[in-house]
């Protein structure tokens, strides 16, 4: 196959390669014709990159616009020997040495094309090891039960009693929460087990990858806990007791925004000034008794101050590093 | 591992892709002719395509202007310039974008809705071969069959298609900034 021109720009060579790679027939010869090509100037690397992408956001408008007959027929037709749909994505070839491989496979189509599944009916179990429907496998210890259900893109998991292990099918997509109570843990693709503690707590016990954990409302205080460490937490107690490797706290991005699902004002506004020098205060209980939904920036108590002050009509008055929220 | 690799095309294809056209002009207002724009873009999506996870961005425009950002300053150093286009408050504010989500929503959406537009201007046969090949996942010989030309011929639309997208994203149409910003250099050499 003819290789991109020379005389060609960087980047209408880089297309001819990024086409040549998804499109072409794959030999060795050609794979080390464009390693080549990729060391020959410094620049030719982004330009790949930037030509795969582009590759890869024109398939993505094709996929979403072809007419769903059309899909259709790819799926159920099978008289003669065509592969499946879809399935050629996970075999785009990787073409590049020192892990600059970059095409296209089945894990990157799930990220662009499927819708999220469905809510699916919530099941009670009770059997030992239970296959769910995402992949992952829960083993259950005596007197375990649990529910799943897969809902706004998080499968979600609910420890109803006793104790149970997951390995969790890898989706980086949908993330993996287990809830016991009011504790939850959150992972991709690991091997953890989640036990109740109280009505309110949970023990989880990571044996690979790593898991975050946090209390109900804390998301932003999320404690990361690697393969052999042990935490319970139990919010109904005053402080979290860590066992084992020392907790690491969340990078920095996490905080970055304050997440308020249907949680009292006070308990909003404690979250805030937590993470603020600049503190908000509450001048009638009645507000901080409201509750608020949204999601807000969480270095910006001001912001948040004027959507509670809207939602209960009530106004703010700006004193030296507080803020006051009163009733009208 | 490569998994992850390929998350990062599609996340490049769907986050950062489309917001090239606003960076080119930023580095065209910030930057004049200092450095080479060209250069900037692709070594920014080397050092994109780099990272080992993204799942810490959540701001990918914003990751795209400092990336570019930080790729200039570094290819000044190297060619021996004092930058004197130094960054105000001002600049960083609007790269690192405070403005709430729905702002950045609607930008986002007119930004994609270029790229859109480039899209559809796809010839018939290269959307009929990416149909062909990905969809129902023919082979290469099955696609030319179908489409009763030579397998070289659809590679060179799917090349050809892929090369005028990318010369869109490039061009610097929309307020001539690019234009007016020609012919002031700055940047001094070290040297004198």
């Keep these: ?302 912001q948040f101050a004027k959507a509670v002050a809207a939602l209960s009509d009530a106004r703010i008055e700006y004193h030296k590093d507080v803020i006051v929220i009163k009733v009208k | 591992m490569d998994d992850e690799r390929d998350i990062i095309t599609a996340w490049i294809a769907r986050e950062i892709l489309p917001h090239e056209h606003a960076v080119r002009l930023w580095l065209a207002r910030r930057w004049r002719q200092a450095v080479d724009a060209e250069d900037v873009i692709q070594e920014a999506y080397c050092r994109i395509a780099g990272l080992a996870s993204i799942d810490h961005i959540d701001n990918p425009a914003g990751y795209f202007h400092r990336t570019a950002h930080a790729v200039a300053t570094d290819m000044m150093r190297r060619a021996g310039k004092i930058n004197l286009v130094a960054l105000t408050q001002n600049d960083w504010s609007d790269v690192i974008d405070h403005g709430p989500l729905v702002d950045r929503v609607m930008e986002a959406d007119q930004e994609l809705a270029r790229v859109k537009g480039l899209l559809a201007t796809l010839s018939d046969t290269c959307r009929r071969a990416i149909e062909l090949r990905r969809i129902e996942g023919l082979s290469r010989k099955e696609t030319a069959a179908r489409l009763g030309v030579s397998e070289s011929d659809v590679k060179n639309h799917l090349v050809r298609g892929l090369q005028k997208v990318l010369k869109g994203m490039a061009e610097q149409d929309a307020d001539g900034e690019a234009r007016e910003a020609k012919g002031r250099v700055v940047g001094t050499s070290r040297s004198h």
């Excluded at chain 1, 491989?101 to 662009?112: G, M, N, P, Y």
């Excluded at chain 1, 259950?140 to 006793?162: E, K, Y």
Aim: net charge positive; hydrophobic share 45%.
């Design chain 1, 1 to 302: 196959m003819a290789r991109p021109d020379p005389t060609d720009s960087i980047a209408d060579q880089a297309a001819g390669w990024a086409v040549d790679m998804a499109y072409g027939d794959m030999t060795a010869e050609s794979r080390s014709a464009l390693d080549a090509w990729l060391t020959a100037d410094p620049r030719h690397r982004g330009a790949y990159v930037r030509a795969c992408a582009g590759l890869y956001a024109m398939e993505d408008a094709v996929i979403q616009a072809a007419p769903a007959s059309a899909a259709a027929a790819a799926t159920s037709s099978n008289d003669n020997e065509w592969q499946p749909a879809r399935r050629s994505f996970a075999r785009r070839v990787m073409p590049m040495a020192g892990g600059m491989a970059l095409a296209a496979s089945l894990a990157a189509f799930i990220v662009t094309g499927l819708p999220p599944t469905p809510p699916a009916p919530t099941r009670i179990a009770t059997a030992r090891i239970l296959n769910l429907s995402d992949g992952s496998v829960a083993t259950l210890q005596p007197g375990a039960r649990i529910a799943f259900a897969v809902a706004d893109g998080t499968r979600t998991v609910t420890l109803l009693s006793g104790e149970a292990r997951f390995q969790v099918a890898k989706d980086k997509v949908h993330p993996f929460v287990v809830r016991s109570g009011d504790v939850y843990a959150q992972a991709t693709g690991t091997v953890y087990s989640v036990g109740r503690v109280g009505t309110t707590g949970g023990t989880v016990r990571v044996s690979e990858g790593s898991v975050l954990v946090w209390p109900r409302d804390d998301r932003d205080q999320a404690i990361v806990l690697r393969a052999g460490g042990t935490l319970t937490l139990d919010p109904a107690l005053p402080r979290p007791k860590a066992a084992a490797p020392a907790p690491a706290p969340l990078p920095l991005p996490a905080l970055a925004q304050i997440s308020l699902d249907n949680v009292p004002v006070a308990a909003a506004v404690a979250r805030f000034n937590r993470v603020n020098s600049r503190r908000i205060r509450i001048a009638d209980p009645a507000i901080g008794n409201i509750r608020i939904v949204g999601l807000f920036r969480a270095d910006d108590p001001e």
